[in-house]
């Protein structure tokens, strides 16, 4: 069946359908990576987004669920050059195709994913719409494109209520890994899953309770403080400040999520809040950003955003350079820091935007980009193991 990818600048992509059967209007973008597509797919943070996958052929090794960084798959629409007929891994439970119809995702195969790339880098990041109506006018369309917002999602990816995730006490424990060295965190915590954690450093977080502030949050993050021995409780986004306070946490994570940050006022009153206590605080994505409203800096959405698996960033003390996974359309402003309040600790290498910020005075750090990345790179996961040295300078300070 024929499909068609209706830009609101008005250009027309003509393709094959994929997925399921229905036509919806997002925000399109794209992805770099050449690997990790259900992770992709599973992340939260593309809520209100149609992804483009810039390498040509996906789906060529399935879908492996026990991958998936949530529950269920978030994207309103995929977009690829070509989807693998055949999927070969010996890990896969269902191919790319089944996924998607399961999930109730529309896509379109067949098209110059480089050509729409190149065009939305040129013009920025808008909006399209995926469709199988031969008889669209263009007309019409072409001002419901342009109105379309991704609107409030954090509220839709948030968990609907509080939950825990035990740390791993004893690395031996049920023996050695076999398949993936990642575990869903939720179902580990809703015991629909044994323990398996994977190979890590000493858990030198053993007895840490970490509170993680689910904005989005991929399911990762909770694997990876768990795999170091943090015993984490997962916060629903709206969760008042003095509740977290109240649960004497040892930390304070704040995850990635969807959407623009300023949409998110509600959410950034408490994190002033948590700012205002003497709780370590370690924040990702759309954490970083929140925190750095919260304390008055500022943030303006990108031409076209980071969004893949090989973008270069620099420690500022260090002068290191670390490869990062990214999936990001808004940035914080670094002509509005005041110093006094926080200072940039990461730049990235490609275009000198921010990609961290270290807080004057607090216990607190916050990256633009993916530590806890799956299925890679995975440069930057010793900032795990710098939140949880910072948790026990701050329990002995």
Not at 191 to 202: C, D, H, N, V
Not at 326 to 347: E, R, S
Request: contains cysteine; negative net charge.
């Amino acid at each position: 069946m024929k499909a068609f990818l209706i830009l609101e600048d008005g250009t027309v992509f003509t393709g094959i359908h994929i997925g399921a059967d229905k036509e919806i209007i997002s925000e399109i973008v794209f992805n770099t990576s050449m690997i990790g597509y259900l992770e992709v797919l599973t992340d939260p943070s593309y809520a209100g987004q149609a992804v483009c996958m810039t390498y040509p052929l996906i789906g060529n090794y399935g879908v492996c669920r026990e991958d998936a960084e949530s529950k269920r798959a978030w994207p309103d629409g995929f977009i690829v050059r070509e989807l693998s007929r055949t999927a070969s891994n010996f890990r896969k439970d269902i191919t790319i195709q089944t996924f998607l119809d399961e999930q109730g995702i529309p896509g379109i195969a067949g098209i110059d994913t480089r050509a729409l790339t190149k065009i939305l880098r040129e013009k920025g990041t808008m909006n399209g719409m995926i469709t199988t109506n031969e008889n669209y006018n263009l007309n019409e369309l072409l001002p419901e494109l342009k109105k379309y917002t991704t609107g409030k999602v954090v509220e839709k990816v948030t968990c609907s209520s509080k939950y825990e995730i035990k740390g791993v006490k004893d690395l031996s424990e049920n023996g050695p890994l076999s398949g993936s060295s990642v575990f869903v965190a939720q179902d580990y915590a809703e015991g629909k899953r044994e323990k398996r954690p994977s190979i890590t450093k000493a858990l030198n977080g053993l007895g840490k309770k970490v509170a993680l502030l689910d904005l989005g949050a991929k399911d990762n993050i909770g694997s990876s403080l768990a795999q170091r021995g943090c015993d984490v409780t997962v916060y629903p986004a709206l969760t008042k400040a003095e509740e977290i306070i109240a649960d004497q946490p040892d930390g304070i994570m704040l995850s990635n999520g969807p959407g623009d940050p300023k949409e998110c006022e509600s959410i950034i009153a408490e994190i002033k809040k948590l700012y205002d206590t003497d709780i370590p605080i370690f924040a990702i994505c759309l954490g970083h950003q929140l925190m750095a409203l919260a304390t008055g800096a500022d943030t303006y959405k990108m031409k076209y955003g980071h969004r893949g698996g090989n973008h270069p960033v620099k420690d500022l003390e260090t002068g290191r350079v670390y490869i990062s996974s990214q999936n990001h359309g808004y940035v914080v402003d670094m002509d509005k820091l005041d110093p006094k309040v926080a200072v940039p600790a990461f730049i990235n290498v490609n275009d000198g935007t921010n990609e961290g910020l270290s807080y004057t005075g607090k216990n607190i750090f916050t990256v633009q980009y993916h530590p806890e990345a799956c299925p890679g790179p995975q440069d930057s996961s010793y900032l795990f193991d710098r939140f949880i040295k910072m948790m026990e300078v701050g329990k002995n300070a």
